[in-house]
Nanobody, 114 residues
Framework: QVHLVESGGGLVQAGGSLRLSCTASGNIFSISAMGWYRQAPGKQRDMVAV???????NYADSVKGRFTISRDNAKNTVYLQMNSLKPEKTAVYYCKTRGGMDYWGKGTLVTVAS
């Protein structure tokens, strides 16, 4: 089993920046990729960015050029640097790992004020 703890959410002004962190513990050797998803109120949960163990990344089109995903494998941590945040993107951001099984964190709220 993998346990995920996210941090870094909060209130930010439109156009501002925020960095999210997610640290994994437990059966980390089963992890093949780590990523971020978000869910706005009343909307489905969508992929934001994913990074595989080999460093390959995948971004949602809406965040390309503004968000950057990175990993510190020594710390079992994945980061999401978010720049130029938009008010309509207020959402709960979830960390997810892929491997033998998928695991989700509890989420961290990002509120973008206009």
């Amino acid at each position: 089993q993998v346990h995920l703890v996210e941090s870094g959410g909060g209130l930010v002004q439109a156009g501002g920046s925020l960095r999210l962190s997610c640290t994994a513990s437990g059966n980390i050797f089963s992890i093949s990729a780590m990523g971020w998803y978000r869910q706005a109120p009343g909307k489905q949960r969508d992929m934001v960015a994913v990074m595989a163990n080999d460093g390959m990344t995948n971004y949602a089109d809406s965040v390309k050029g503004r968000f950057t995903i990175s990993r510190d494998n020594a710390k079992n941590t994945v980061y999401l640097q978010m720049n130029s945040l938009k008010p309509e993107k207020t959402a709960v951001y979830y960390c997810k790992t892929r491997g033998g099984m998928d695991y989700w964190g509890k989420g961290t709220l990002v509120t973008v004020a206009s």
